[in-house]
């Protein structure tokens, strides 16, 4: 059955925002709620178009309030979220992906009027580790559980939406595992990262990369609103890119860092807010996680339009990313940051001097950054 009235979390996002407006368009569609803490930018507000938006914290029981009274028949669960700095930390974070979704099935669960239940969720729950399979498929046990962070928040996530499918069996559940977003106005971390002037990569390894159009992933989110597709799906685009052919298609320049460096450039790149990568995104770049998309194929009745390389072509081209000219100034950027790292090292001194801080290089050739179209 069609739905009539459509309540998404996450509308200051990327993802739940332009959904909201794909939505909210359809004369079909009777209502869209659009929730969140923050109210979305007021471009997406403008083209978000006739979708209400309902300012309140899904931590809050008042999410089911506002279930019951405009009798939701559609709930999409979108406001996942892997960026610590944009939460406001890290256990906020966590607060947000897994109170916030606890509360929120408690709130579908009560109510006699929701039919249909969209999660969004991430190939993160697969892990990452030296001895994964060259692609995991929907039923594959991870080899290694997430330790923390994003992926372990998506891990209990998902375990809470199988409990909830148990208790009510008579709403459908979609539950879409994506991969790393890209594109043009992609705001996500490996948008981020390609967009370095000096891209740290790992000494000794280059990871497989598999990654999805943005345009592509919200195309999935309406289908399964629009639809009803109950299970578990992996949401990639076809082929993959080594890590070193992503650099060089960027015209970045690289910069290879001893593994047990990794952790501590990473904490730079956050301080200087340069790009935020989590741990479990570190480890990505280590070892790589491809996933199988012939179940999203065949019974989810949906192929992506760009594939892995196209995605990434799209990105470079409109961010307009040239190979970099000064050459010499980078390279000593990329010394600067592998130095600092050394030495922050326990036993290793005091850091280099703050006027060798890699944060120069933060705006003068990243571009910005907009929601996607």
Not at 13 to 38: F, K, N
Not at 139 to 153: H, I, Q, R, V
Not at 361 to 372: G, H, K, Q
Request: with cysteine.
């Amino acid at each position: 059955m069609a739905p009539s009235v459509v309540l998404v979390t996450g509308v200051a996002g990327q993802l739940g925002g332009e959904l909201a407006a794909r939505l909210a368009a359809d004369p079909a569609i009777e209502r869209v709620l659009g929730v969140d803490t923050t109210p979305p930018s007021r471009d997406m507000r403008r083209r978000m178009g006739r979708a209400e938006f309902v300012r309140v914290d899904i931590r809050n029981p008042l999410i089911g309030k506002v279930i019951s009274t405009a009798k939701v028949d559609t709930v999409v669960h979108a406001s996942l979220s892997g960026h610590p700095s944009a939460a406001g930390g890290r256990s906020m974070m966590m607060e947000m992906n897994v109170i916030g979704t606890m509360q929120l099935l408690a709130a579908c669960q009560k109510s006699d009027t929701v039919g249909r239940l969209v999660v969004r969720s991430t190939t993160s729950v697969y892990g990452a580790s030296p001895r994964d399979p060259a692609t995991f498929t929907e039923t594959t046990e991870p080899k290694a559980l997430p330790p923390g962070g994003y992926a372990k928040d998506a891990v209990e996530i998902e375990g809470y939406v199988r409990s909830f499918s148990r208790r009510r069996p008579d709403i459908p559940v979609t539950t879409l595992r994506f991969v790393n977003l890209i594109g043009p106005r992609a705001d996500t971390a490996f948008a981020h990262y390609f967009s370095l002037p000096v891209v740290p990569v790992v000494l000794g390894y280059d990871a497989r990369v598999q990654l999805l159009h943005a345009e592509d992933a919200v195309a999935v989110l309406e289908r399964a609103t629009r639809e009803e597709l109950p299970g578990v799906f992996n949401v990639g685009a076809d082929g993959v890119l080594m890590l070193s052919q992503a650099v060089r298609r960027a015209g970045r320049v690289t910069l290879p860092i001893p593994e047990p460096l990794v952790p501590w450039v990473g904490r730079i790149t956050r301080r200087a807010r340069l790009v935020d990568f989590s741990p479990e995104q570190m480890r990505l770049l280590n070892y790589g996680r491809v996933v199988d998309t012939t179940k999203l194929k065949t019974e989810f009745g949906f192929e992506p339009r760009w594939t892995t390389a196209q995605a990434f072509d799209d990105f470079v081209a409109g961010r307009a990313l040239r190979p970099m000219l000064d050459t010499d100034r980078y390279v000593d950027v990329a010394e600067s940051l592998a130095l600092r790292a050394l030495h922050a090292l326990p036993g290793q001194g005091a850091a280099p001097p703050a006027e060798r801080e890699p944060a120069a290089i933060e705006t003068r050739n990243t571009p910005a950054l907009t929601p996607v179209r």
